[in-house]
């Protein structure tokens, strides 16, 4: 992007800016204005309907006294005579003084007289008794009190009337009361439409239950004004109530209106954003043109004039941008920096090729070193694995793998640590993977005690409580880092203790963590001027301790550049001649709460492994097989069934196979098995090998079925029965034991794992787990690995190296991994979730049983999301799946070159 194309894009955004500000400040201040003056207009509207309202009831009550204080109604009431009735009470004198109800009531409250309007049939009736009760209760007045009014609203039959009660005087106004006479006015449609073209509202009346309507009115009168709100974008409503005579809730007083002072802010909220945009952009193109003409033209020609020099390397340099600001002090400085640079090239050329041709000796020697320390130590690891490949013995197998580990460390560290330049250049890389820090740090002091033990030193390690159990890091640099600083304090210690200690520093925020590694020493310990040099390369504390102690000096630089590397530091606490204390800190990542566990401190003396110690007596999986069963294996990946079927016959049992529940309930039925006698050999099943997820019927069920039909035989049958699962939680688990499991076995199965669980179900059965003479495996290229496909070792070691077995189940994978390749392809294509789930599971339970850890890791994640329902995440998983099963299937015809496989990616 150019200089103009930035400054127009930041100018451009300022002004987007401006324009984004003004409408999320300014125009909710706005809107927010606008709503209170509509609502503040609204309470004026609702307080003209209220007056309009008391004002009615103002005209009933001057209507109501013209009648209550008259002589003749005085006169009515005492006497009853018809002649008042028939001069006064008519149907259109009662009509004009708009009342639909009148009514006579004496002193006692009993009703005199009582008529109401009836408008369809154009006559006067009477009031029925039981209204004119409740009128009563309502409205007469306590001949006591003659001179009380009472005015206002009444619900009567569950009607809402306007009614007005005063005592019957007279016409001075004086007395005594003769009774009370009381004028009611319907508040229906017509008084509505009435008092609505009066205050030119569109006015609403309901009436208001206190018992049906209890949150309504508790709002209205929390708020003690009306309750004002928005309908929509168009309607604005007011709500009040109207008091009955008593005080209580008469009526529901609403106004409804067009939003209009709304809708004409709107319209100003858009016009002002409208010019504030067309003034944003006149603006944007004033600055661009004052900006081109005063700044950017001249840096762009003296960047073309740079470029100039840097294309034809031309010795000349004319800067020259015009005017006396900034722009032209920088050219003039540049042209002087030019001439300097001129000045001192040849001075530099020459230094250049002198330090060529040093590092090109250098390198050249390192590598001839490099070769010459390699060549015996691939000696070494040949000879080790051929060890490995004949020994049975546990103990030894463990100190020939340490054997294993230290050298293929060692031969790793040697290519790394004598290509000087690679370490100069910063090239080394570290390879995070999930890590047990505390079991690789116990390797690594296992590994290096057998020094201290030479030399009669105590190496003792104390490992914190609160340390994390699995961590993300490279676990082959730690132990490095362990390795260096653990020898070096064992090489300058002669007599006395070296103590290796490891703690969590701190929790850092995210997803990592700091520990802190300390090394303390008995050793010469190091004087005060050197502590700041002895972590440079070749350098040691002085040349009589290289002299007398060896080493090339190299040891702690490569610890502090890795420390470095893991976004740590390290540094020294010493004392001549009492000993040293090395201390760093790594970051290192970790890993969610639910994949760690407790852990407890460990203190303790590290003690080397030493030949003295082996005994094959201790291997107790070594004993002959002295009883042969009959072992149902159920599941429906022919690797798994393969493994299952080649450990079993290994050990001198007999095997029947079915592809899930349905076909091993069918086996076990056509054998007898759920007769009510027994069967005896050789159609008794002495043992059921279940697989839980299977087609058709899974394990779960195949189990609960199994359980119930055996009950149903004979209620002491029970053959035991151990589940196959990848997921081992213990809420899985309960769920086995729940089905009628016995026990379980963790898939990838591990020939170690299986014949513990058989054991520990027919206590007097052994197990041979490894053939008296395993087969001689060749060591060549393929062995490890290369790609990392398939880890070798743990392949290996998981089947005793048994290379019959391997190629059994290698052979085994090669026929079936493109099959089941297909079916989950089949189902990608489909978009079919439950299908690329269950196709996923099987092709990851087959990749784990020949320990191809990276593919079976991406079946798995393609699995997880099939079930979580992400369809997307599981076709982007899938794309790059095809090829790891296919480096595992070349990888494995590698590894057992009797194995058979088609050629090309199962893709």
């Given amino acids: 992007m150019t200089l103009r194309q930035k400054t127009a894009l930041v100018l451009l955004i300022s002004a987007l800016l401006l324009v984004l500000a003004l409408r999320l400040i300014v125009t909710p201040i706005l809107s927010e204005g606008f709503n209170r003056i509509e609502h503040q207009d609204m309470l004026k509207d609702l307080d003209r309907a209220s007056r309009a309202i008391d004002a009615e009831a103002n005209h009933l009550a001057v209507k109501l006294s013209d009648w209550a204080y008259w002589d003749d109604s005085y006169r009515f009431v005492k006497d009853h005579n018809k002649q008042f009735i028939e001069s006064n009470l008519l149907y259109d004198s009662v009509l004009g003084l708009e009342i639909d109800y009148i009514l006579f009531f004496d002193q006692h409250r009993s009703l005199i007289l009582g008529l109401g309007l009836n408008a369809q049939a154009q006559r006067l009736d009477p009031v029925d008794s039981p209204l004119a009760a409740q009128i009563a209760e309502n409205l007469a007045i306590d001949p006591e009190t003659p001179d009380k009014v009472k005015s206002g609203f009444v619900l009567l039959s569950k009607q809402l009337m306007l009614a007005s009660s005063r005592a019957i005087l007279q016409t001075e106004r004086s007395g005594p009361s003769r009774g009370t006479l009381i004028f009611i006015r319907k508040v229906d449609e017509d008084f509505r439409s009435t008092l609505a073209s009066q205050v030119k509202l569109d006015l609403k009346f309901s009436p208001i239950d206190p018992v049906q309507q209890p949150e309504l009115l508790t709002e209205i009168q929390a708020n003690k004004t009306p309750l004002i709100e928005e309908l929509d974008e168009n309607r604005l409503q007011g709500t009040t109530f109207i008091k009955q005579i008593d005080g209580a809730p008469a009526m529901l007083l609403s106004v409804e209106k067009p939003r209009q002072i709304f809708r004409e802010g709107t319209k100003t909220q858009n016009s002002l954003l409208l010019v504030t945009a067309f003034a944003s952009i006149l603006i944007l193109a004033v600055t661009l043109l004052l900006m081109e003409r005063i700044v950017l033209r001249r840096l762009i020609k003296l960047t073309g004039q740079i470029q100039k020099i840097s294309s034809v390397h031309q010795q000349e340099l004319n800067v020259d941008t015009g005017g006396r600001d900034e722009i032209a002090f920088l050219a003039r400085e540049i042209k002087r920096i030019f001439q300097a640079l001129l000045a001192s090239e040849a001075a530099l050329t020459s230094a250049k090729e002198s330090a060529e041709a040093a590092a090109e000796s250098k390198t050249q020697f390192l590598a001839n070193m490099s070769h010459e320390i390699r060549t015996p130590l691939n000696g070494i690891l040949g000879m080790t694995q051929v060890m490995l490949n004949v020994e ?81 890091a490279d676990g082959l640099r730690i132990k490095q880092i362990i390795f260096n600083l653990v020898g070096n304090a064992i090489k300058f210690t002669e007599k006395g203790e070296v103590r290796f200690e490891l703690a969590l520093e701190r929790e850092s925020e995210g997803e990592t963590c700091e520990v802190h590694g300390a090394v303390s020493d008995t050793g010469i310990g190091i004087p005060q001027d050197k502590l700041s040099s002895i972590f440079e390369p070749f350098t040691q504390a002085d040349g009589s301790t290289a002299r007398r102690y060896g080493g090339t000096g190299l040891g702690l630089t490569i610890t502090k550049q890795l420390v470095e590397l893991m976004g740590g530091r390290v540094w020294v606490e010493s004392t001549p001649g009492k000993g040293s204390t090395f201390h760093f800190i790594l970051r290192l990542g970790t890993l969610p709460k639910a994949a760690q566990q407790a852990s407890k401190e460990i203190d303790c003396e590290v003690k080397p492994i030493l030949e003295t110690d082996i005994s094959s007596s201790d291997d107790a999986l070594a004993q002959a097989a002295s009883k042969q069963l009959h072992v149902l294996v159920a599941d429906d990946t022919l690797v798994n069934r393969t493994v299952v079927k080649a450990l079993l016959e290994q050990w001198g049992h007999r095997v029947s196979l079915a592809v899930n529940g349905k076909k091993a309930l069918e086996f076990l039925d056509q054998n007898g098995h759920f007769n009510s006698v027994p069967q005896p050999e050789p159609k008794r099943v002495d043992l059921i090998l279940m697989d839980i997820q299977m087609p058709e019927m899974d394990g779960m069920e195949a189990a609960r079925l199994i359980r119930d039909r055996e009950r149903a035989a004979d209620p002491d049958r029970h053959v035991p029965l151990v589940a196959f699962s990848a997921n081992t939680s213990d809420s899985s688990v309960r769920h086995f034991l729940d089905a009628g499991m016995d026990t379980w076995v963790a898939k990838p199965i591990d020939h170690k794992e299986l014949s513990e669980v058989i054991q520990e179900l027919f206590p007097d059965l052994g197990h041979e787990v490894a053939k008296e003479t395993a087969p001689q495996i060749k060591l060549g290229e393929g062995l490890g690995g290369d790609d990392g496909a398939v880890d070798a070792a743990e392949l290996f070691d998981r089947f005793a190296f048994d290379i019959e077995i391997i190629s059994e189940i290698a052979q085994a994978f090669l026929d079936e991994h493109q099959t089941l390749y297909a079916n989950l392809k089949l189902a990608v294509t489909a978009k079919d979730i439950a299908a690329i ?60 070159p009797n194995a058979q496989s088609l050629t090309g990616n199962p893709a």
């Fill in 837 to 896: 789930a269950r196709a996923a599971h099987a092709l990851k339970g087959s990749l784990s049983n020949v320990s191809a850890a990276n593919a079976a890791e991406q079946s798995s994640l393609i699995e997880s999301a099939a079930k979580a329902g992400n369809l997307n995440q599981a076709l982007k998983l899938f794309v790059p799946l095809g090829d790891e099963v296919g480096r595992v299937r070349d990888t494995l015809t590698r590894l057992c």
């Fill in 392 to 472: 049975k013995s546990q103990q030894r197998r463990e100190s020939l793998n340490i054997v294993k580990t230290s050298a293929q460390s060692l031969l790793q560290i040697i290519n790394e640590i004598l290509d000087l330049s690679k370490l100069e250049a910063a090239k080394i890389v570290l390879d995070p993977e999930e890590l047990d820090l505390r079991a690789a740090t116990l390797e690594a002091l296992k590994t290096i005690a057998i020094r201290a033990h030479e030399k009669g030193l105590v190496l003792s390690c104390r490992i914190g409580a609160q340390l994390p159990a699995l961590v993300r």
